[in-house]
């Protein structure tokens, strides 16, 4: 998910088990098969679908590896082959989820050319495919938003679905009628990422019959966005949209990287 994430240190650490090195696939009654087969990602899918329900009904931190196991019916062994630790489990979630959302944003990328109704149209679907997940988004976000965990959305462990993600809203840009200047066709998608991680972290905390507010935040947050990527035509101001950028990529773990001088490129407008 995409994405979401109190501070170092604020919740317990892992289950003793869960801090014990992996044990082997070999000590479980039935060996795992083989990863990539049909049978081997039915019982990942398994593995996975149990965890998620276990979370929801205890809380993350009170689920151990040796319970999920337990609950899918595969040794501990087997389990540890699949993921190897809770925290992979999670990974797997947000593999799942930025999938689904990747198929359900196709109908809207493929509609609409207004950069408005693209952008409103892939947050809402980002929320439609999420809703199922909603309770249990609120169970682990105290560990999601430690910038330590590898369950946030900024660590490394995350860089995957958060690059695919990064690539929705590139192709956002890329398929709008909206004349985007060059120089920030990397940096614009960046910046729109970290617009939905608001909206992530708004819906985790709605409460609002069928998130109806989160949904309201969506398009008034695309509409905004729309306008300033409008005013980015202006080359005048196209140095602020730079600064804001490099201020997340200089401060939020994950998102670093090294950026052009803007004074060197974009001589055209």
Request: proline letters at 9%; a negative charge.
């Amino acid at each position: 998910m995409p994405a979401v994430p109190t501070g170092p240190g604020s919740s317990p650490g892992p289950p003793e088990e869960d801090r014990t090195p992996a044990p082997s696939p070999a000590d479980g009654t039935v060996p795992a098969p083989a990863k990539g087969s049909a049978k081997s990602e039915q019982t990942r899918a398994l593995i996975l679908e149990t965890a998620l329900r276990l979370f929801q009904e205890r809380g993350y931190d009170r689920t151990t590896m040796r319970a999920i196991a337990k609950e899918a019916g595969v040794s501990v062994g087997n389990a540890y082959y699949y993921f190897a630790g809770k925290e992979h489990l999670i990974q797997g979630f947000y593999d799942r989820i930025g999938a689904e959302h990747q198929a359900a944003v196709r109908p809207v990328l493929e509609r609409e050319t207004d950069l408005e109704a693209r952008i409103a149209g892939v947050l809402k679907v980002w929320l439609d495919v999420a809703a199922p997940y909603h309770e249990f988004a609120a169970q682990f976000f105290k560990n999601a938003a430690d910038p330590d965990s590898p369950l946030s959305p900024f660590s490394p462990e995350s860089e995957g679905p958060r690059e695919a993600s990064i690539a929705i809203h590139r192709e956002v840009l890329a398929g709008s009628k909206a004349k985007v200047p060059e120089e920030l066709r990397d940096v614009l998608p960046e910046l729109m990422w970290l617009s939905q991680m608001g909206l992530v972290l708004y819906w985790v905390f709605d409460r609002t019959e069928g998130r109806e507010r989160s949904y309201r935040l969506a398009e008034r947050g695309a509409r905004l966005t729309t306008r300033g990527v409008s005013l980015a035509r202006f080359r005048v101001l196209r140095p602020l949209v730079h600064e804001v950028h490099e201020l997340f990529t200089d401060f939020l773990p994950g998102m670093t990287r090294v950026l052009p001088d803007p004074g060197s490129v974009g001589k055209d407008g």
